[in-house]
Nanobody, 118 residues
Framework: QVQLQESGPGLVKPSQTLSLTCTVS??????????WNWIRQAPEKGLEWMGV???????DYSPSLKSRTSISRDTSKSQFSLQLSSVTPEDTAVYYC??????????WGQGTQVTVSS
């Protein structure tokens, strides 16, 4: 059974870079069956897809966030990571990592709250 666990600072100052890591167990992040997503939900808003890293390491990003987002991975640790630069209070959200199959995120981490505030 796959498990995904987000980790990282819960508080980030404006203009800094938000960095989160998702640790995966029970599944290989290099398996061609899956892709690995970052998704967030701001207070009183819907889910927002941020980007994905595929089994081969290729990435794709939301157009609205592409200029500030980077997703990478460490296959030796079964981890993939999110970096979001130049954050503002509008980036305050619960951040989720999720495993995708057939274009749908089906397995999710529990989420981690990130607040952007000075």
């Amino acid at each position: 059974q796959v498990q995904l666990q987000e980790s990282g600072p819960g508080l980030v100052k404006p203009s800094q870079t938000l960095s989160l890591t998702c640790t995966v167990s029970g599944s290989s992040i290099t398996s061609s069956y899956y892709a690995w997503n970052w998704i967030r939900q701001a207070p009183e808003k819907g889910l927002e897809w941020m980007g994905v890293i595929n089994y081969d390491g290729s990435t794709d990003y939301s157009p609205s966030l592409k200029s500030r987002t980077s997703i990478s991975r460490d296959t030796s640790k079964s981890q993939f990571s999110l970096q979001l630069s130049s954050v503002t209070p509008e980036d305050t959200a619960v951040y989720y990592c999720a495993r995708q199959r057939y274009q749908v995120p089906v397995d999710w981490g529990q989420g981690t709250q990130v607040t952007v505030s000075s």
